[in-house]
């Protein structure tokens, strides 16, 4: 079976993300995605961030070129397959993103109280007195008072590198706008945001399919970050290209909430979606800061409730710059694991960032400790409150794993599955302990080719949090009753002590499929 995705070409070995080399554990249930960019496309570098804990692999093609994110992905393949760590991958699309293009790439120093025009024709040169963008339609979006942002992508918004502007009047396609704080923007692409301001550009833009259609079809890629999601129709329209791509049709869709349009439609677009993302550094342009804080720990409930993984970005700002976060940035990953968060995502600082490594690690460590203080009791009682009565015969083995578990104190959930969806509602109820999911290829054929399932499932595995999963011998069934999966677990079991989360006498509670019947037993280990 041959399979552009190194970390899964060898289907009969059992690979996970946990190290057997090493004696301890991954610290952190919640997961990293690290986006790989110049300060982190090395395979050094790129192998010591697997090391410190990151699950999933971003390219973010608002920059760069598919040759140069083909070059980075390939680095990648190679350092996983020399770390034997497992890393999906998430490709994050344009969007609906406006850009200020500044060709000559000459610092542009605009001041306090001065006026800039914004205009569509990209051809002129960008200079203190005009800022070309590449959008037409800005003129007629906007209105005298509305506010507009404009800075390095990945930036803060806060520092001097990054400008508001003021709308002042609208001349046929021009924006005359009034500068609100004196700035140099230095480099040859900026983010322009308008908040509270519809955009009439198209959700994935002629580009953004092309780009799906070879490098995400060559790469096999897990996730498709869904930039500027704004309306459930963007996922459906996403579904039906994906699904046309061989493939692509088991990629999973993360919803990327970037301004107040999508989380007026946050309901609509979680029921299309496979999980969210919420891009804090847009929301907090386009929202009143004070209005940030509520919004974020809505979101995450409601995908906590709806068992789809919650992905939140721009925690650790400052360490773009830094060996270490702010107590401030600090104090946000921490609120951010309680609040329920699945995984964090690392942009600029692990993209161009001096410190890609030591970030990960650090947010690794805080997420940790955050996990220890996770009440996970009252979670537990509010998803069973929400679910109701009677419960699916899949939540109801769940359900009941996630608290046998919790009560004999096992050290971990051992989950035989096919497709993955077993695994994910046990990690659903958050347990205390980590989930390894046993995810057991199937046999399946399109009526060409016959080829294993499994792969994308383990894969997208790394994404949830407390969810670890392994890939095992696709020749043993996921219900079956021979003593094949008594081999299977047995190899599961050495695999945790290896990694060193399953001691002597500890107690593992296993779910699995016997016949037609879903079991949650208790094994009590010996010497």
């Known amino acids: 079976m041959q399979s552009s995705h190194l970390l899964l070409e060898e289907p009969i070995r059992m690979v996970s993300i946990l190290d057997p080399s090493k004696p301890s554990f991954f610290p952190a249930m919640t997961k990293i995605v690290g986006t790989l960019g110049p300060k982190s496309r090395s395979v050094d570098v790129i192998s010591d961030c697997l090391k410190a804990g990151m699950s999933v692999a971003r390219f973010d093609f608002s920059w760069g070129d598919p040759e140069y994110h083909q070059h980075t992905l390939e680095n990648l393949k190679a350092a996983i397959k020399a770390t034997k760590k497992l890393c999906s991958v998430m490709l994050d699309t344009v969007g609906a993103e406006l850009q200020v293009v500044n060709k000559s790439e000459k610092p542009i120093s605009l001041e306090v109280d001065s006026q800039v025009v914004l205009t569509p024709h990209k051809g002129q040169e960008a200079s203190s007195q005009i800022l070309p963008i590449n959008f037409d339609g800005l003129a007629k979006s906007v209105k005298k008072g509305n506010t507009i942002f404009v800075g390095q992508y990945l930036f803060t918004g806060s520092e001097s590198t990054s400008v508001w502007l003021q709308v002042a009047e609208v001349k046929e396609q021009d924006v005359i706008c009034t500068i609100k704080n004196s700035a140099t923007l230095a480099g040859s692409l900026f983010t322009l945001h308008a908040s509270q301001v519809h955009i009439d550009l198209p959700t994935l833009s002629e580009k953004d399919k092309e780009v799906i259609r070879t490098w995400g079809v060559k790469n096999k890629i897990d996730f498709l970050s869904l930039s500027y999601t704004r309306h459930a129709e963007d996922v459906r329209q996403a579904r039906e290209i994906l699904s046309k791509l061989g493939d692509l049709s088991q990629t999973q869709i993360f919803a990327k909430i970037e301004n107040a349009e999508g989380l007026t439609h946050f309901d609509e677009i979680l029921q299309e979606a496979d999980g969210i993302i919420l891009s804090r550094g847009n929301l907090g342009i386009d929202l009143p800061p004070e209005k940030v804080f509520f919004f974020q720990k809505s979101a995450l409930r409601k995908c906590n409730m709806a068992g789809k993984p919650a992905v939140l970005t721009r925690v650790v700002d400052s360490m773009t710059d830094n060996l270490r976060p702010t107590r401030a940035e600090a104090t946000d990953v921490a609120n951010a694991v309680l609040d329920g968060s699945d995984a964090i995502l690392l942009g600029a600082e692990t993209l161009r960032g001096l410190y890609p490594v030591e970030t990960i690690t650090t947010v690794g460590r805080i997420c940790f400790e955050a996990e220890k203080v996770f009440n996970q009791d009252l979670y537990f009682k509010k998803i069973v409150r929400y679910v109701g009565e009677p419960m699916s015969h899949l939540e109801s083995i769940a359900s009941s794993a996630v608290r046998a578990a919790i009560k004999v104190k096992a050290s971990v959930i051992i989950c035989f599955t096919s497709s993955g969806r077993a695994a994910r509602l046990i990690a659903k109820y958050r347990p205390t302990m980590p989930v390894l999911s046993v995810v057991i290829p199937q ?74 019947a879903s079991v949650v037993k208790i094994i009590e280990l010996e010497d």
């Open 443 to 516: 046999l399946k054929t399109d009526q060409l080719q016959w080829r294993f399932s499994g792969a994308f499932e383990a894969r997208q595995s790394l994404i949830v949090r407390g969810l670890f999963p392994m890939l095992a011998d696709p020749r043993h069934p996921a219900e079956s009753t021979s003593a094949t999966n008594k081999s299977i677990l047995k190899l599961a079991l050495d695999h945790g002590k290896a990694s060193g989360i399953i001691k002597s006498h500890d107690r593992v509670v296993v779910c699995q499929k016997v016949g037609d």
